[in-house]
């Protein structure tokens, strides 16, 4: 071959390098141009109404509040819904007509929180500030056991994932209940053996069934009979999550702590919870929980507002006699006929 061509084709094999080398950064500059933005919280068909509340009517903050709650998403709106109804439980409280609403609206509270912790404990604080809501110690009955409840749904799905089993594990975390409860687990999680908690197990469940095998482990060979069997070439027949050992005994040790009866070691209460201190059930704590100024109560401009600041500015307005005239700065500034006569200073 002549050096001419030995030149021609180094040429096209390095235009073809930089051409494959452009595909991913091109398709990659699409995918980001095309991707649909986040869905925003369009406040308009509230603003009529939380422009309206005021606080000699907590009945209708906590109204607002239920509405605002039935869909929390986005997280937008459900801060907003939080908002109305720590603002509906602290003008309620204080107002002895309204003593119900306050214990409606940390009921709602209750509801919308995520942790089963917070959840408690709001309950507790409703049946303080409505005492009819507290339940008759005759009338406490056993907690239900059964295999359909949401701890051994948590540890089914951890197993579930564990072993590869994608489309099982899809069809448990679409449950809301399943999904409520490992969020509220998700700090247990990254401590027990699962790296990036939730989201970490989102991400391991899309990786089954293994493409080539089905998650069966073994493929037939080429030419081969049925029961002529080999490992599979992409999971080396290891369908499911490549573990340390720490980590499965630390998830191992979690499963086995979730299908524990009601009545738990103090060491495994420690070991998932971290030794947090109870919550005191104090009505005075709910806004500072939630990070709301019960100060600001009135809706303003987007923003929630003290009565002071929603107040129009007083001004001040200008005498007709004083209007146009300038003062001389040489001329005497006149006096009232009462006034002391002014002292001239001394001369040296």
């Known amino acids: 071959?002549?050096?001419?061509?030995?030149?021609?084709?180094?040429?096209?094999?390095?235009?073809g390098a930089v051409w494959c080398a452009g595909i991913e950064p091109v398709a990659a500059a699409q995918q980001r141009t095309t991707a649909p933005a986040a869905a925003e919280f369009d406040i308009t068909p509230w603003r009529a109404r939380l422009t309206a509340l005021d606080a000699s009517r907590p009945d209708a903050y906590l109204r607002l509040g239920e509405e605002l709650s039935e869909h929390p998403e986005p997280p937008e709106r459900r801060k907003l819904a939080e908002d109305v109804l720590c603002l509906a439980f602290e003008l309620g409280r204080h107002q002895p007509q309204h003593h119900r609403t306050a214990g409606s609206a940390a009921t709602a509270l209750a509801?919308?929180?995520?942790?089963?912790?917070?959840?408690?404990?709001?309950?507790?604080?409703s049946e303080i500030a409505d005492p009819s809501r507290a339940t008759p110690l005759w009338n406490v009955g056993a907690p239900p056991e059964s295999v359909d409840a949401g701890s051994y749904r948590v540890a089914e799905f951890l197993g579930l994932v564990r072993s590869g089993e994608g489309p099982r594990?899809?069809?448990?975390?679409?449950?809301?209940?399943?999904?409520?409860?490992?969020?509220?687990?998700?700090?247990?999680?990254?401590?027990?053996?699962?790296?990036?908690?939730l989201t970490g197990l989102?991400?391991?469940?899309?990786?089954?069934?293994?493409?080539?095998?089905?998650?069966?482990?073994?493929?037939?060979?080429?030419?081969?009979?049925?029961?002529?069997?080999?490992p599979c070439s992409n999971c080396e027949g290891k369908s499911g999550s490549m573990l340390s050992a720490e980590?499965?005994?630390?998830?191992l040790r979690l499963e086995s702590w979730l299908l524990q009866p009601t009545q738990r070691s103090w060491a495994a209460q420690i070991t998932a919870d971290g030794g947090a201190p109870l919550i005191d059930p104090d009505p005075a704590s709910v806004c500072a929980h939630y990070k709301v100024d019960p100060e600001r109560y009135l809706w303003r401009d987007g923003a929630w507002v003290s009565p002071v600041s929603a107040a129009p500015a007083h001004t001040v307005e200008p005498s007709p006699t004083d209007a146009g005239v300038e003062q001389d700065a040489n001329e005497p500034i006149p006096r009232n006929p009462g006034d002391p006569l002014p002292v001239s200073p001394s001369l040296p």
Do not use: H, Y
Not at 3 to 13: E, K, S, W
Not at 220 to 230: E, F, H, I, K
């Open 1 to 15: 071959m002549t050096p001419g061509l030995n030149r021609l084709f180094a040429v096209i094999a390095s235009a």
């Open 111 to 125: 509801a919308l929180a995520i942790t089963e912790r917070d959840r408690r404990w709001l309950s507790a604080v």
């Open 169 to 197: 594990a899809k069809m448990m975390l679409a449950r809301s209940d399943t999904r409520q409860r490992l969020q509220a687990m998700d700090s247990l999680l990254r401590r027990s053996g699962v790296p990036g908690g």
């Open 202 to 230: 989102e991400r391991e469940l899309g990786r089954w069934p293994c493409l080539t095998c089905g998650s069966k482990r073994v493929v037939r060979r080429v030419g081969g009979g049925p029961t002529d069997l080999r």
């Open 247 to 251: 980590d499965l005994t630390a998830q």
